[in-house]
T-cell receptor
Framework: DQQVKQNSPSLSVQEGRISILNCDYT??????FLWYKKYPAEGPTFLIS?????DKNEDGRFTVFLNKSAKHLSLHIVPSQPGDSAVYFC???????????FGKGTKLTVNP | KAGVTQTPRYLIKTRGQQVTLSCSPI?????VSWYQQTPGQGLQFLFE???????NKGNFPGRFSGRQFSNSRSEMNVSTLELGDSALYLC???????????FGPGTRLTVL
């Protein structure tokens, strides 16, 4: 049972445009959400996170939005750059649990 | 500060064999988590160790085991290897809070 779902396995956008990566979750006990970026042959690197008490967190070109009622979060990258091409994983953490639950990832390709 | 290191980077085994993977966390980090990444399932949590104690375990069979040493280095063992165990095994370390994990590059295991 996939508790964190990234329904789009891939996404392709033009350089300079907005990239929107989506993530849905089913466990209402999740209270912290993270996005990781992964390049081939490297481990995932932390990108941005959001606590369930917020609905938006921004860091430079990256913004994460959380809609708790819809159990949905999204990562916006503006403007997208070719170096952003990677696999993006959404992950969720339940307070008191020491276990991160990851989605299957979305491969983002930013075309020059 | 050196990052998380994993050895070996690549490994080829045959069915029925056993394998041990090693992870050296970032200096000062006491928590080590292990994940399995496969194309079909994404990143799946295996287990997490903190100060030599397993704090949490994912939904993997008993063939998957781990341990952590007093210097926080961790090993993961898989016995009686199956073809489906072919995957990238990632290790991540943190001071103890899972929302601040740093990943290693992974060990690519191929079971023939």
């Amino acid at each position: 049972d996939q508790q964190v779902k990234q329904n789009s396995p891939s996404l392709s956008v033009q350089e300079g445009r907005i990239s929107i990566l989506n993530c849905d979750y089913t466990n209402s006990m999740f209270d912290y959400f993270l996005w990781y970026k992964k390049y081939p042959a490297e481990g995932p690197t932390f990108l941005i996170s959001i606590s369930s008490i917020k609905d938006k967190n921004e860091d430079g070109r990256f913004t994460v939005f959380l809609n708790k009622s819809a159990k949905h979060l999204s990562l916006h990258i503006v403007p997208s750059q070719p170096g952003d091409s990677a696999v993006y994983f959404c992950a969720a953490l339940q307070g008191g649990s020491e276990k991160l639950v990851f989605g299957k990832g979305t491969k983002l390709t930013v075309n020059p | 500060k050196a990052g998380v290191t994993q050895t070996p980077r690549y490994l080829i085994k045959t069915r029925g064999q056993q394998v041990t993977l090693s992870c050296s966390p970032i200096s000062g980090h006491r928590s080590v988590s292990w994940y399995q990444q496969t194309p079909g399932q994404g990143l799946q949590f295996l287990f997490e160790y903190f100060s030599e104690t397993q704090r949490n375990k994912g939904n993997f069979p008993g063939r998957f085991s781990g341990r952590q040493f007093s210097n926080s280095r961790s090993e993961m063992n898989v016995s009686t290897l199956e073809l489906g165990d072919s995957a990238l095994y990632l290790c991540a370390s943190s001071l103890g809070v899972l929302n601040e994990q740093f990943f290693g590059p992974g060990t690519r295991l191929t079971v023939l």
